[in-house]
């Protein structure tokens, strides 16, 4: 019989404000450890959290992308636990009313088709500070740079049913929060973690014990993580055994999962009201004000792209990563509105696939969009063919000279003149008879050969049109 | 000079009869003479307190005299000073210094007062005797061998016995009011919200207000109007509280019109006779003065002792998780591991009052418990609150007992923590409430002082000062001083 999987996540975001969530102190990644705190981030006493209302923004603003409910008034409690790198002894969070609930983001999956993911809550709360033990001799560092820095935890529903629905989910979510614009979501700082739950169950079943896998940060070892984990509840069930809940830990050298604490050992966080923060009410006039700069989100920049541009849904998916992209092929269109089929084409095939050989991306290409579209116009005026064209984009990364000062440089305008292409096809008649008597006995396939071999001859420069059409009338005979 | 109020050595200064430096060498010179007796200062820089003085002196000649020019002003060891340790009388914070400065000291040292020294307290205000705090009890300048009430014991001996006109004291359960009672001196706790915590060393976040504990009614409004107001890094410091004038609302002389409300719940079996007696005359008074006096009820005064014993320890549990030995305070030698090192530490850190504290938080506020203890408490604080709401429709102001029993000796409650409880059982519920009480002198039992509480509706200070000055200024009780301390120099006449 076959086992169905439950996977719900959670995903910490960190909210990219300036400062942190109840401090002034500085978020800007990599300064030396320590030098980003003040006595409010380090839990000194008497010291009082005062609410960043930037980072509440940039969260109603996600809970109003994802559809979901704005709490016109959420609270703040605190979680207790003790861990070094936690200065104040409790994480200031949001436990019984968080500030956004009841969302969804849709996902198109492979078997499935497209599926609708329930998005439980959104809560605030501040980032711990970041123990160190590696290369320590029986020492720990601990660098609270990190203390105090505001997240959004994003809870879904546990509706995802296989690690590819989880990652399509994830992906979305992140590409989301990207064009939202209210964090940087880089998951290898640390922006954007995710902790999995996931079990098993006999289709129709109450759902199985379901184990937590923690704080991963990148979506292959995500996947990696999901899989292993089903299969080891299979095995554990399959072999007569009982699935513990507990917490698991990915270690991704190893690709194997292990326990990091059973339910049984599980803190008791002992949640309540944090005192020193009043409960945060946000009026419905707030809220429609964020509404109103809502920027276009994916999903509506893909519909336009295709409408609009008459883009391939292949095209308009990838030119809508990231709102770098989007804003590239925008600009690049708009300067060159002539062909923004065949721009979004030379865009994603050509000049994504380069970049990435050349580790960059759009954010820092070799060229600007002004001087691709440059490109586009020397193949729509037919200048260059478009084989050619990848020679000079090649040329124009490496160099960073423009399209037209290359095409001049090695001489690689197209001959279309009609003499000089007949003088080339006549030549090569001349030097293979044997084929242009083949040809001419019905061996049509020798069509291509000739073209090659005018292609050649010109070095790729002959207009590949009138060499067609001339081949043909000639051949003839 | 000694056992002069506040608004008198002002009045001498800006005569220039004295001068800013001179009243702190009289007030360092008592406190050299006396304080080894009732151990209320634990911390005095002479050096640091004629400085200020001196530069007091320099402001007033060159710019004109502030709000609070040149007076002596005694701080709990509760308030974070840059100058000095601040330590809240416990070993976890032994020589703590931090670095800033509460933003009530702030105004205060902005209106030019001069800041005097850290007094002696309960252990994170934790105890209503101060005979918890790690250096030492405090002593009651009226008998010495009596507690002086708590937790801010050692500001309310200092101003009893004059080492300081005035000092500041927090309040989470009574800690200003009783041990101003059992002192005999004047003490208010201002409506929670009006004046800021920060910097202020927390023990439950949600009842904490700071305020005045000084010789005279106008003393405690001159001190108020200085450190009350919104400031923008303590959240629950109300941004739109209603203003007042401090101290016009000390000119107040009769009573005429005032309904004042009795509650019968404040007048029970067990309260101490001389107590109730003195209280009794004292409402007496408030009628000759031209004031109503109406029966009220607050049904639910009996739950507040219970109520109080849940959230408070609750929201301390919380608030005394960051004594972790990590970044400051004391650390065990040696530690084994993580664990080690943090239970050791705070258990060498931490004294028994505070232990017992957070524990009964941390299991009130444990799952599977949280329901019946935290949610019920807060379930009972409202119905407090509503009790007194419903009070004030009827009447003006709320007058009671500030404690049901006078000042007792030292050792005589510290095994028996319930009966300790008891002693702040008219105090509790108006911290509960968040509402202004002022406790002020009005009379003694068995040579002991007496305090004589007034409430009032949230954010009503001035109907508080001016029901107190009527009264101050019909009676003498704020001019008792203790005779053993009315010599500067020691024990010699």
Redesign the interface.
């Known amino acids: 019989m076959s086992w169905e999987v439950v996977i719900g996540l959670e995903v910490h975001c960190q909210i990219n404000t300036d400062t942190k969530a109840f401090c002034g102190c500085s978020t800007a990644f990599g300064a030396e450890p320590n030098t980003q705190t003040c006595p409010v981030c380090l839990g000194m006493p008497g010291q009082l959290p005062v609410l960043n209302t930037l980072a509440v923004d940039k969260t109603i603003l996600t809970g109003l992308a994802i559809d979901a409910q704005i709490n016109l008034e959420s609270k703040f409690d605190r979680k207790n636990y003790f861990y070094p790198d936690l200065p104040k002894g409790y994480q200031i969070s949001q436990f019984t009313i968080p500030l956004v609930e009841h969302g969804h983001m849709d996902i198109t999956t492979k078997d499935r088709g497209d599926r609708r993911i329930g998005i439980t809550r959104i809560h605030m709360e501040e980032d711990a500070g970041k123990s160190m033990h590696e290369g320590l001799d029986a020492v720990s560092h601990i660098d609270l740079n990190r203390s105090g820095i505001p997240l959004m935890e994003i809870v879904s529903e546990p509706d995802m049913r296989s690690a590819d629905e989880a990652i399509a989910y994830l992906k979305n979510l992140h590409q989301l929060i990207r064009f939202l614009g209210v964090s940087g979501a880089d998951m290898e700082k640390g922006q954007f973690r995710c902790d999995a739950n996931v079990s098993v169950r006999r289709p129709g079943e109450e759902l199985g014990t379901r184990t937590e896998m923690k704080n991963m940060n990148s979506f292959r070892f995500i996947k990696q993580a999901i899989d292993y984990e089903v299969m080891r509840q299979i095995e554990v069930i399959e072999d007569g055994g009982k699935v513990v809940q507990e917490s698991r830990l990915w270690d991704s050298v190893k690709s194997e999962s292990r326990s990091m604490r059973s339910k049984e050992e599980a803190n008791d966080y002992r949640y309540f009201p944090e005192p020193d923060l009043p409960p945060l009410r946000v009026s419905q006039l707030e809220v429609d004000n964020i509404k109103a700069g809502m920027p276009e989100l994916p999903h509506q920049l893909r519909s336009r792209f295709e409408a609009e541009f008459g883009l391939s849904a292949y095209d308009a998916d990838v030119l809508t990563q990231t709102r770098n992209l989007s804003d590239w092929y925008e600009t690049l269109v708009a300067a060159h509105p002539a062909d923004p089929k065949r721009c979004a084409n030379w865009m994603a095939n050509e000049l994504l696939g380069r970049l990435k050989e050349l580790n960059k991306n759009i954010e820092n290409a070799p060229v600007s969009p002004s001087e691709f579209g440059k490109l586009m116009d020397r193949i729509g005026d037919n200048t260059i063919s478009g084989k050619i064209a990848k020679d000079v984009l090649d040329a124009m990364l490496e160099s960073g000279k423009s399209a037209d000062a290359i095409i001049e440089e090695k001489g690689l305008k197209q001959v279309s003149d009609t003499g000089a292409i007949d003088t080339m096809i006549l030549d090569i008649m001349a030097a293979n008879q044997g084929q242009v008597d083949a040809y001419r006995g019905g061996k049509d396939k020798l069509f291509g050969f000739f073209v090659g071999q005018v292609m050649k001859a010109s070095k790729g420069k002959a207009n590949p049109g009138m060499v067609n059409q001339r081949l043909k009338e000639l051949l003839q005979g | 000079m000694p056992f002069s109020s506040l608004s008198h050595i002002q009045d001498r200064l800006n005569t220039g009869s004295t001068t800013a430096v001179e009243v702190a060498q009289l007030y360092l010179n008592r406190i050299a003479a006396h304080n080894d007796t009732l151990n209320a200062f634990v911390h005095i820089d002479a050096d640091h307190v004629l400085a200020q003085a001196a530069a007091s002196d320099k402001h007033r000649a060159e710019h004109g005299a502030r709000s609070l020019e040149g007076l002596p002003i005694a701080v709990k060891d509760i308030f974070?000073t840059q100058h000095g340790p601040?330590q809240?009388c416990s070993n976890i914070?032994k020589d703590?210094h931090?670095?800033?400065d509460?933003h009530v000291i702030t105004k205060l040292k902005e209106a030019g007062a001069v800041l005097v020294g850290k007094t002696n307290m309960d252990e994170f205000a934790m105890g209503s005797s101060n005979e918890t705090s790690a250096f030492g009890p405090c002593r009651n300048p009226w008998n010495t061998d009596y507690i002086p009430g708590g937790s801010s014991g050692g500001s309310a001996s200092a101003v009893a016995a004059a080492l300081t006109p005035a000092a500041l004291g927090t309040d989470t359960g009574g800690s200003i009011r009783q041990p101003a009672s059992l002192t005999g001196i004047t003490g208010l706790k201002p409506t929670y919200g009006r004046v800021s915590?920060?910097?202020?060393?927390?023990f439950?976040?949600?009842l904490d207000q700071a305020g005045p504990m000084t010789r005279t009614v106008k003393d405690a409004a001159m001190i108020t109007s200085v450190i009350s107001g919104h400031d923008?890094?303590?959240?629950?410091s109300v941004a739109d509280a209603p203003e007042l004038d401090w101290l016009a609302a000390c000119d107040k002389t009769d009573m005429k019109g005032m309904r004042i409300g009795v509650p019968k719940e404040y007048f029970v079996d067990g309260m101490d006779a001389g107590v109730r007696a003195s209280v009794e005359e004292a409402l007496k008074q408030c009628e000759a003065l031209g004031a109503e006096l109406v029966d009220i009820s607050l049904p639910n005064t009996k739950l507040a002792v219970a109520a109080y014993y849940v959230i408070a320890p609750?929201?301390a549990?919380?608030n005394?998780?960051?004594y972790?030995s990590?970044?400051?305070g004391h650390r065990c030698e040696n530690p084994e591991d993580?664990l080690d090192m943090?239970t050791r530490s705070r258990d060498e850190g931490f004294g028994t009052e505070v232990k017992r504290r957070i524990l009964t938080g941390?299991f009130a506020?444990?799952?599977g418990y949280?329901d019946a203890y935290?949610l019920k408490a807060q379930q009972v604080r409202t119905m407090i609150q509503q009790d007194f709401i419903s009070a004030f429709e009827n009447v003006d102001i709320i007058a009671t007992p500030t404690s049901p029993i006078t000042a007792f000796k030292l050792g005589e409650k510290t095994d028996d923590p319930l009966t300790m409880y008891l002693s702040d059982i008219y105090t509790l519920a108006v911290n509960l409430a968040g509402l202004p009480g002022l406790s002020q002198p009005c009379g003694f039992s068995a040579d002991l002082p007496v305090g004589l509480q007034w409430i009032a509706p949230a954010w009503r200070e001035d109907v508080l000062l001016g029901a107190a000055s009527a009264y101050e200024g019909a009676t003498d009780w704020h001019n008792k001083t203790p005779q053993a301390f009315e010599q500067t120099s020691g024990g010699e006449s």
Do not use: K
Not at chain 2, 197 to 202: H, K, N, P, T, Y
């Open positions: 974070c601040t809240c914070l703590f931090a670095p800033y509460a915590r920060r910097g202020i060393i927390a439950a976040s949600s923008s890094g303590d959240a629950t609750s929201e549990s919380a005394l998780s960051r972790d990590v970044r400051f993580l943090y941390a506020l444990s799952s949280y935290y």
